[in-house]
């Protein structure tokens, strides 16, 4: 959809194996993210 309305799609997605839907289990890895993005996030749409 991105592509036929010319915008950037940044998103990327990322499992945590071992957590299922546990918003417990993902607290760590999305505070991660937050705290240290990666560059190919940082870098989107630039």
Do not use: K
Not at 9 to 18: A, H, M
Request: proline residues 9%; glycine residues 10%; negative net charge.
């Amino acid at each position: 959809m991105a592509d036929s309305l010319d915008l950037t799609f940044c998103w990327v997605l990322q499992t945590v194996p071992g957590v299922g839907h546990s918003n417990r289990g993902m607290s760590g890895p999305a505070a991660q993210l937050i705290a240290f993005p990666p560059d190919s996030l940082m870098q989107c749409g630039h």
